[in-house]
């Protein structure tokens, strides 16, 4: 499964973005699917992530009630949309693809990684 993540780009704080993961190469609708980010010179991080079903959800402290995760398996894609954007959410976004079953917190949980794509808030 190939995976590429799309959507960042600059915008101020306070606004909006919204990501997409589409994969390739194979389905993803039996995957449990998650978002990191990696700032600047810090370690990669957990955002966000999604049972198969979409009915499991589970945020890192620092965006729960600002991120919503959701995905679409008849487009075989994952999307983060990001609300109130601040300064410190800055940083390259990727997803990747867990194949057991129950949601992902770690990286070593996951089997696929895509390209990331860079989110920058800044005025």
């Known amino acids: 499964v190939q995976l590429q993540a799309s959507g960042g780009g600059l915008v101020q704080p306070g606004g909006s973005l919204r990501l997409s993961c589409v994969a390739s190469?194979?389905?993803?609708?039996?995957?449990?699917m998650g978002w990191f980010r990696q700032a600047p010179g810090k370690e990669r991080e957990f955002v966000a992530t999604i049972s198969w079903s979409g009915q499991g959800t589970y945020y890192a402290s620092s965006v729960r009630g600002r991120f919503t995760i959701s995905r679409d398996n008849t487009k075989n894609t994952v999307y983060l949309q990001m609300y109130s954007l601040k300064p410190e959410d800055t940083a390259v976004y990727c997803c990747?693809?867990?194949?057991?079953?129950?949601?992902?917190?770690?990286?070593?949980?996951?089997?696929?990684w895509g390209q990331g794509t860079l989110v920058t808030v800044s005025s």
């Open positions: 190469g194979g389905t993803i609708s039996t995957y449990v």
């Open positions: 990747a693809a867990r194949r057991k079953s129950g949601l992902g917190y770690e990286l070593d949980d996951y089997d696929y």
